[in-house]
């Protein structure tokens, strides 16, 4: 009762404010600070304007900037400087009574004509990354149809991420699997930032960031410079925005993801703070609404971030993240669900951290972290079918975790990177499995591990920015890491160019070497494991960029991944063990398995520089694996083909409308022996055909609007989005119905609306 009552005092407020709207405009201010980008020194003196406006400001000695008393509404902001890039960041929302902060890095001038100035504007290319990556502002994650302020949802429109089920945010770059992403924040490792994860990979179904804290998203896709290592296909580094340091700001929310709000302010004169906490609600709706044997998960967040500024060249900030996760679906709720499992789950996630970031001169800077990230989950798991009791998985796991990166240019064409990482890893493990039949039938007797493990990592890395020519831009990298569990010293060259061709066309291409250490919890199951190598990659990437206006661009890349060492099972010699589930193997694997993705990407960007932007984009690719029969299958995530649009339009300060739609090939599976699969009460799979059927094509459309309120002294976003608008079933698996004697079959989601409000005051 009392949880109602605060719903509804809310949404009281909220409407007293609808109606008290004011016809005439309101006001924000815009601030933020003006940098190198290679050496973070601010930039003194340079322009900021708001275009189509007469607003603007000079950057300050400390390179900060404001602009007062700007009218609600989107804009555009221009920042220039002498001998420097100038560039436009597009989707600036100023909002009533609020202070929106926007930090920008330029990039020195490489090519000295007019025509490169103009054009390049909307869009930022890095020395360091010349291939294969993306930015994304705040407010395109935040408003992306399909996302869910979902910071990784945003990313299933590239052709780079491929489509397999629309119940997990799990990104399949370049036919890798999930495990084989990482995400950073503020220099901060944290290897999944969703919640119910998927243990020691990087997916699962919801994602845990508060997306009102992010300022900016890049996602590398391939080929990213040896400051980032230990994984083979992709790295999400994320920038957490700073709080108010001027005044008090409150924000409210309620959406798919739950209920909950947001505070911020200053810390003294120095600094600055954020909090935020959310909690799922669709638990308290069942609840509510009595609707029998359902039993929603529920879920919660807290974080925030802490900024303080030692002097002007050194500043401070604190990082925490945490969640937690409930599930606990009887077996009434497993049969009517069609619930292969059902049991109890709770799972805890935590990572805080220090960053120290310090500008030691005009040359260069240093950011260097200290942090730990710990996971505990607590499962109980019985089998549907026959109530009896499948597993447990009692797993403490806690790692704490040294960075440093520092950035100088030592000559005007020569700019180095180096650093180090060290990571001690503690796993703690109280796993219990019932006999049963793997995937193919075949028996496997019962399963213990309790035992604790420890593994330490360290890292050495160096990479150079050479321009010898105006238009040529080299990058050359080493990474060294070191596994104590395996003894294994890897050395990963890296190299990259980018070649200015035209004033609107740059070619770029890529070489690299990728390794990356397994999970403790698959080098536990069997002794023999610890001695598996780090399973590696080679990337290749070659790739065409060209303005076809100012505020759009076309990429085209080829790329092949060529992977090796990868664990396979004598046991099950077709399976693919990454791929097929791992923690179900207890037995030794071998590390002979291989696998390679190629293919052609195409993507075409429009920024939103009036009225519409856009993001069209074509995948052609094939993904395959050797497993111990020496067999070439394709992978589970090979679709093959990936089309999708994405875009929107905004008509004025209030309205916007936007959709995306995605097509994919059907995934490759393995049928079902369902004579087997009868005789033994489970799903046993078909040998003879390994990924050799596949299900029917994936495509979907999701729309969305949004309506923004301004008041006085406060802001209302309401959104609603609908997903699977035209209802299509996509297929999301196949299973043994036992009760019912058949192959049955589990959807993906249908049309599913969701709504959203966010009230800032």
Same mark, same amino acid.
């Given at each position: 009762?009392?949880?109602?009552?605060?719903?509804?005092?809310?949404?009281?407020?909220?409407?007293?404010?609808?109606?008290?709207?004011?016809?005439?405009?309101?006001?924000?201010?815009?601030?933020?600070?003006?940098?190198?980008?290679?050496?973070?020194? !601010?930039?003194?003196?340079? @322009?900021?304007?708001?275009? @189509?406006?007469?607003?603007?400001?000079?950057?300050? +000695?400390?390179?900060?900037?404001?602009?007062?008393?700007? !009218?609600? $509404?989107?804009?555009?902001?221009?920042? #220039?400087?002498?001998?420097?890039?100038?560039?436009?960041?597009?989707?600036?929302?100023?909002?009533?009574?609020?202070?929106?902060?926007?930090?920008?890095?330029?990039?020195?001038?490489?090519?000295?004509?007019?025509?490169?100035?103009?054009?390049?504007?909307?869009?930022?290319?890095?020395?360091?990354? !010349?291939?294969?990556?993306?930015?994304?502002?705040?407010?395109?994650?935040?408003?992306?149809?399909?996302?869910?302020?979902?910071?990784?949802?945003?990313? +299933?429109?590239?052709?780079?991420?491929?489509?397999?089920?629309?119940?997990?945010?799990?990104?399949?770059?370049?036919?890798?699997?999930?495990?084989?992403?990482?995400?950073?924040? *503020?220099?901060?490792?944290?290897?999944?930032?969703?919640?119910?994860?998927?243990?020691?990979?990087?997916?699962?179904?919801? $994602?845990?960031?508060?997306?009102?804290?992010?300022?900016?998203?890049?996602?590398?896709?391939? #080929?990213?410079?040896?400051?980032? $290592? *230990?994984?083979?296909?992709?790295?999400?580094?994320?920038?957490?925005?700073?709080?108010?340091?001027?005044?008090?700001?409150?924000?409210?929310?309620?959406?798919?993801?739950?209920?909950?709000?947001?505070?911020?302010? !200053?810390?003294?004169?120095?600094?600055?703070?954020?909090?935020?906490?959310?909690?799922?609600?669709?638990?308290?709706?069942?609840?509510?609404?009595?609707?029998?044997?359902?039993?929603?998960?529920?879920?919660?967040?807290?974080?925030?971030?802490?900024?303080?500024?030692?002097?002007?060249?050194?500043?401070?900030?604190?990082?925490?993240?945490?969640?937690?996760?409930?599930?606990?679906?009887?077996?009434?709720? $497993?049969?009517?669900?069609?619930?292969?499992?059902?049991?109890?789950?709770?799972?805890?996630?935590?990572?805080? #951290?220090?960053?120290?970031?310090?500008?030691?001169?005009?040359?260069?800077?240093?950011?260097?972290?200290?942090?730990?990230?710990?996971?505990?989950?607590?499962?109980?798991?019985?089998?549907?079918?026959?109530?009896?009791?499948?597993?447990? @998985?009692?797993?403490?796991?806690?790692?704490?975790?040294?960075?440093?990166?520092?950035?100088?240019?030592?000559?005007?064409?020569?700019?180095?990177?180096?650093?180090?990482?060290?990571?001690?890893?503690?796993?703690?493990?109280?796993?219990?499995?019932?006999?049963?039949?793997?995937? +193919?039938?075949?028996?496997?007797?019962?399963?213990?591990?309790?035992?604790?493990?420890?593994?330490?990592?360290?890292?050495?890395?160096?990479?150079?920015?050479?321009?010898?020519?105006?238009?040529?831009?080299?990058?050359?990298?080493?990474?060294? *890491?070191?596994?104590?569990?395996?003894?294994?010293?890897?050395?990963?060259?890296?190299?990259?160019?980018?070649?200015?061709?035209?004033?609107?066309?740059?070619?770029? #291409?890529?070489?690299?070497?990728?390794?990356?250490?397994?999970?403790?919890?698959?080098?536990?199951?069997?002794?023999?494991?610890?001695?598996?190598?780090?399973?590696?990659?080679?990337? +290749?990437?070659?790739?065409?960029?060209?303005?076809?206006?100012?505020?759009?661009?076309?990429?085209v890349e080829l790329y092949q991944k060529t992977y090796s060492r990868f664990p396979v099972d004598p046991d099950q010699p077709a399976l693919f063990v990454l791929d097929d589930r791992y923690y179900t193997s207890s037995g030794r694997l071998e590390d002979s398995g291989k696998a390679y993705s190629r293919g052609i990407e195409l993507m075409i960007q429009k920024k939103l520089a009036k009225d519409f932007y856009g993001l069209a984009t074509a995948a052609f690719f094939r993904s395959r694996y050797q497993g111990a029969d020496d067999v070439w299958r394709d992978r589970n995530y090979d679709n093959r083909i990936i089309l999708s649009a994405e875009g929107g339009y905004k008509p004025n300060r209030s309205w916007e409308f936007s959709l995306r739609w995605i097509y994919a090939g059907g995934v490759p599976y393995t049928p079902l022996d369902t004579d087997a699969s009868e005789l033994m009460h489970r799903m046993v799979l078909d040998e003879s055909r390994v990924n050799a059927v596949r299900h029917p094509n994936y495509h979907s459309m999701n729309l969305r609007f949004d309506r923004r309120f301004h008041f006085s002294l406060s802001n209302l976003?309401?959104?609603?989005?609908?997903?699977?608008?035209?209802?299509?079933?996509?297929?999301?698996?196949?299973?043994?119905?036992?009760?019912?004697?058949?192959? *049955?079959?589990?959807?993906?989601?249908?049309?599913?609306?969701?709504?959203?409000?966010?009230?800032?005051?």
């Open positions: 009762m009392q949880r109602r009552l605060v719903i509804l005092m809310w949404m009281v407020i909220l409407s007293f404010n609808i109606l008290m709207a004011q016809a005439n405009p309101h006001v924000g201010q815009i601030v933020g600070r003006v940098v190198d980008a290679e050496t973070q020194s !601010p930039l003194i003196g340079a @322009n900021v304007s708001i275009e @189509n406006t007469v607003l603007g400001a000079a950057v300050d +000695m400390n390179g900060r900037f404001v602009i007062q008393r700007v !009218p609600v $509404g989107s804009y555009n902001i221009r920042v #220039g400087y002498i001998g420097y890039q100038s560039i436009i960041k597009t989707d600036v929302i100023v909002k009533s009574s609020r202070t929106i902060t926007v930090n920008v890095q330029l990039a020195p001038q490489a090519v000295e004509t007019e025509a490169v100035t103009v054009t390049a504007e909307y869009f930022q290319s890095s020395e360091e990354q !010349p291939v294969s990556a993306i930015q994304f502002s705040n407010e395109e994650i935040r408003r992306a149809p399909g996302s869910a302020g979902d910071v990784s949802r945003i990313l +299933m429109s590239l052709p780079s991420v491929a489509k397999v089920n629309d119940q997990s945010n799990g990104l399949i770059v370049r036919g890798g699997n999930p495990i084989e992403n990482t995400f950073f924040i *503020d220099n901060i490792e944290i290897p999944n930032i969703n919640h119910f994860p998927d243990q020691a990979s990087s997916g699962g179904p919801i $994602g845990l960031v508060q997306v009102d804290f992010i300022e900016d998203v890049q996602f590398f896709s391939g #080929g990213f410079s040896p400051v980032y $290592g *230990d994984r083979l296909s992709s790295v999400m580094d994320i920038t957490f925005r700073e709080g108010n340091p001027k005044e008090f700001d409150t924000q409210l929310d309620l959406n798919f993801a739950g209920f909950g709000g947001m505070v911020e302010g !200053p810390l003294g004169s120095r600094g600055s703070w954020m909090a935020a906490a959310r909690r799922s609600y669709l638990d308290l709706v069942v609840e509510t609404l009595d609707v029998g044997s359902t039993v929603a998960p529920r879920y919660g967040d807290y974080q925030g971030k802490i900024a303080l500024d030692l002097s002007p060249k050194h500043k401070l900030t604190l990082l925490g993240i945490f969640g937690d996760d409930h599930n606990a679906p009887d077996r009434e709720t $497993g049969q009517e669900n069609d619930m292969i499992l059902y049991g109890n789950q709770d799972i805890y996630e935590h990572t805080a #951290g220090v960053n120290w970031r310090a500008v030691w001169n005009r040359r260069g800077y240093s950011n260097t972290s200290v942090s730990a990230t710990s996971q505990k989950f607590n499962e109980d798991w019985s089998e549907t079918s026959t109530g009896l009791n499948a597993f447990r @998985n009692h797993t403490d796991e806690i790692t704490y975790k040294f960075r440093n990166v520092n950035h100088f240019r030592l000559f005007p064409s020569l700019a180095v990177e180096f650093g180090m990482e060290a990571k001690a890893l503690r796993s703690s493990f109280d796993n219990w499995a019932a006999a049963t039949t793997n995937a +193919m039938g075949d028996s496997i007797p019962e399963w213990t591990l309790n035992q604790n493990v420890t593994a330490t990592k360290t890292a050495g890395l160096v990479n150079t920015i050479l321009t010898p020519l105006p238009k040529l831009t080299a990058t050359l990298g080493l990474r060294a *890491d070191y596994f104590s569990q395996n003894e294994d010293v890897t050395l990963a060259p890296r190299a990259s160019i980018a070649y200015q061709l035209h004033p609107l066309t740059r070619i770029t #291409g890529s070489v690299g070497l990728f390794t990356q250490t397994l999970p403790l919890l698959l080098l536990s199951r069997h002794p023999g494991n610890s001695n598996l190598q780090n399973p590696q990659a080679i990337h +290749m990437m070659l790739g065409v960029e060209h303005l076809l206006s100012p505020d759009t661009r076309l990429t976003i309401f959104y609603l989005s609908v997903w699977n608008v035209y209802n299509q079933k996509n297929v999301a698996m196949l299973f043994w119905n036992d009760e019912e004697k058949k192959e *049955d079959v589990i959807y993906q989601w249908l049309m599913l609306p969701i709504f959203g409000l966010e009230y800032e005051f």
